[in-house]
């Protein structure tokens, strides 16, 4: 069975910093599209980014431009979501979430991924 496991959730001070892992077992992340979400309780799941299968292309929503990075690394069948300047808001479950093929358009839409981790916990607070 094919599987995602996320890392690196950590509880962090408000202005810090996080890098997330998506590390993938039993398949190759490089035949694949990812994308990174995230859930707050009470909240639905959010769209953050996603990345192409070779990493030229990404896109990212607007509650996150410019403070977090995706980036992938296929010889290591991994992929990084580097999380900077960091609010209470974003505290979350975060997941990534792979698809073989989308459209850049549909990057933030849960139901185009096949294939989703368990996630993990970022909580910033002070």
């Known amino acids: 069975q094919l599987q995602l496991v996320e890392s690196g959730g950590d509880l962090v001070q408000p202005g810090g910093s996080l890098r997330l892992s998506c590390a993938a077992s039993r398949f190759t992340l490089e035949d694949y599209v990812i994308g990174w979400f995230r859930q707050a309780p009470g909240k639905e799941r959010e769209g953050l980014s996603c990345?192409?299968?070779?990493?030229?292309?990404?896109n990212y929503a607007d509650s996150v431009k410019g403070r977090f990075t995706i980036s992938r690394d296929n010889a290591k069948n991994t992929v990084y979501l580097q999380m900077n300047s960091l609010k209470p808001e974003d505290t979350a479950v975060y997941y990534c979430a792979a698809a073989p093929f989308i459209l850049r358009t549909m990057c933030s839409l849960t139901i185009v991924y096949t294939y989703w981790g368990q996630g993990t916990q970022v909580t910033v607070s002070s």
């Open positions: 990345i192409s299968k070779t990493g030229g292309s990404t």
